[in-house]
């Protein structure tokens, strides 16, 4: 029964006070793991750490300065670090013809320099925890937007998150031999900021559903569950992967 366990481990997971990364973040607590989540606005993660019973640091993961923050603070009462959530991201929809320059500049920074460069400072801490048996794990967040054409006209999302999923296997096929997986998964529709205005609309979220061959909106459980796979033994020998985790849409 110890084959899905994430007891005892170390997460941090970004983007952890909302939507899909609480929803991550809640699922590592009630299974025993030790979890720090971070986000941009100091109440706001604070106040779902001291709901879900985690440790919150505050840093805008944009910036070099909020990458560093939150690896300090790790750093400073763990010895190791065995499972990296990037989640953090941000998404902007517009027309083709007013789609502004700075939304790609944005995009980019947050959704998959971020990504990057807060896997690289934790490096020493992932190594830390690498064992053959057991390796370290790393989970980006991707989208199926990023699998897929969108619906909707989110040029620099859909662009960035295509680029998480190569980051991933990149990164996956560097940090192999030193026992780091690292593997993406790509959300279809979940209760979130970003999907609030499609969701809270009755009209456009009955339309969502029937485009999900599943008939449903994506569930807490079902984001939980695909981290926590990837996370434990039974995922050990899974990296450079991009799981849709979508209700069925990416078959379509």
């Not at 604070?46 to 505050?58: D, F, I, R, S, W």
Request: proline share 5%.
């Amino acid at each position: 029964m110890n084959l899905f366990s994430v007891e005892g481990k170390t997460v941090v997971v970004t983007g952890g006070s909302r939507g899909i990364g609480k929803m991550i973040a809640s699922g590592f607590v009630a299974a025993g793991a030790t979890v720090y989540i971070s986000s941009r606005k100091a109440a706001e993660v604070e106040k779902t750490a001291a709901e879900l019973g985690c440790v919150a640091v505050p840093a805008d993961l944009s910036t070099p300065e909020g990458i560093e923050t939150l690896v300090s603070a790790v750093a400073e009462r763990e010895e190791r670090l065995d499972v990296l959530v990037n989640n953090a991201g941000a998404t902007w929809g517009a027309p083709l013809e007013e789609y502004p320059e700075h939304a790609f500049d944005k995009l980019w920074g947050i959704n998959v320099k971020g990504v990057f460069y807060l896997t690289q400072r934790f490096l020493p801490l992932l190594r830390a925890s690498a064992s053959a048996d057991d390796p370290a794990r790393v989970v980006n967040i991707g989208s199926i937007d990023g699998l897929r054409v969108p619906i909707v006209e989110n040029y620099a999302y859909s662009a960035a998150k295509a680029g998480v999923h190569m980051l991933t296997r990149h990164l996956a096929h560097t940090l192999a031999s030193e026992f780091i997986t690292v593997n993406a998964i790509a959300p279809g529709p979940f209760e979130s900021k970003m999907m609030a205005y499609a969701l809270d609309d009755p009209q456009m979220r009955a339309m969502i559903e029937t485009h999900v061959p599943l008939g449903r909106i994506g569930r807490p459980d079902d984001m939980a569950g695909a981290a926590i796979y990837l996370s434990s033994r039974a995922g050990a020998y899974l990296t450079g992967a991009v799981i849709p985790v979508d209700g069925g849409i990416s078959t379509g």
